[in-house]
C-alpha cells in the first residue's frame, strides 16, 4: 500500500533550468496538493487541486505551475528554477475538502537550486 | 489573518520526563485541529483531528486536547523513537475554495534522551 508516491527524492539544478516534480496517490483521493518546507518557515501551500480537472493557487504560487493529469497524478513544475525555490516540497492528498479531511503526505523531493 | 503559532521551537527531555507541547490560533472559525509528527528526511504522518473546545484524543504515550484558543499535545513518559518534529495545523472556515486548505505551526522540535 504505497499511499502517496513522489519522485524524485533528490535533485539539484542550475539557475534557469526547469524540471517537473511527480506525484501519485492510490487512496483514490480527490484532493491534491503541492507544499514547500523551509527551516523556520514551517509548510507552506503551493498549489492545490480539489478534484480532477481544477487547480487552484494556494499561499507561495509564484514560479511554479501545476497539472492534475489524472485522478491519481498531480505534477509541480519548475518553468526556469531559481536559488529561492532550494527547497522540500511535499505532496499530500485527501479524501476530499470537507471538515475535517485528511492529508497524507508523501516522503518528499528535495531540491537544490545552485 | 489566520496564524497558528507553535511553542517551544525544541524540547529536549528525559526519557520518561512528561511535558506539553502547545499550538496557539487564531482563525475566523474553525473546521479542525491537526497534529501530525515528522521524522527527519520523512513527511508529516497524521496523528490526531480536533474539532471542538473540550475534545481530547489520546493514542499510546499521546493525548491531544483543544480549547478555543489552544491545543496541547501531552506526552506521558516519553521514550527515544518518541523524538521528532510535531507539527499543529488548522483548518479553518472562510470565503470561496480555500476553506479545505491547512495553515501549519512551524513545528516544536521534540527530543527524548535515554
Known amino acids: 500500500n504505497a499511499g502517496v508516491t513522489q519522485t524524485p527524492k533528490f535533485q539539484v539544478l542550475k539557475t534557469g533550468q526547469s524540471m517537473t516534480l511527480q506525484c501519485a496517490q492510490d487512496m483514490n483521493h480527490n484532493s491534491m496538493y503541492w507544499y514547500r518546507q523551509d527551516p523556520g518557515m514551517g509548510l507552506r501551500l503551493i498549489y492545490y487541486s480539489a478534484s480532477e480537472g481544477t487547480t487552484d493557487k494556494g499561499e507561495v504560487p509564484n514560479g511554479y505551475n501545476v497539472s492534475r493529469l489524472n485522478k491519481r497524478e498531480f505534477s509541480l513544475r519548475l518553468e526556469s528554477a531559481a536559488p529561492s525555490q532550494t527547497s522540500v516540497y511535499f505532496c499530500?492528498?485527501?479524501?476530499?475538502?470537507?471538515?475535517?479531511?485528511?492529508?497524507?503526505f508523501g516522503a518528499g523531493t528535495r531540491l537544490s537550486v545552485l | 489573518e489566520d496564524q497558528v503559532t507553535q511553542s517551544p521551537e525544541a524540547l529536549r527531555l528525559q526519557e520518561g520526563e512528561s511535558s506539553s507541547l502547545n499550538c496557539s490560533y487564531t482563525?475566523?472559525?474553525?473546521?479542525?485541529l491537526f497534529w501530525y509528527r515528522q521524522d527527519p528526511g520523512k513527511g508529516p504522518e497524521f496523528l490526531f483531528t480536533?474539532?471542538?473546545a473540550g475534545e481530547e484524543k489520546e493514542k499510546e504515550r499521546l493525548k491531544a486536547t483543544l480549547t478555543k484558543k489552544e491545543s496541547f499535545l501531552h506526552i506521558t513518559a516519553p521514550k527515544p523513537e518518541d523524538s521528532a518534529t510535531y507539527l499543529c495545523?488548522?483548518?479553518?472556515?472562510?470565503?470561496?475554495?480555500?476553506?479545505?486548505?491547512?495553515?501549519f505551526g512551524k513545528g516544536t522540535k521534540l527530543s527524548v534522551k535515554p
Open positions: 499530500a492528498s485527501s479524501l476530499d475538502r470537507g471538515q475535517g479531511s485528511i492529508q497524507y
Open positions: 480536533l474539532y471542538s
Open positions: 482563525v475566523s472559525g474553525l473546521r479542525g
Open positions: 495545523a488548522v483548518q479553518a472556515r472562510s470565503w470561496g475554495g480555500s476553506q479545505g486548505n491547512l495553515i
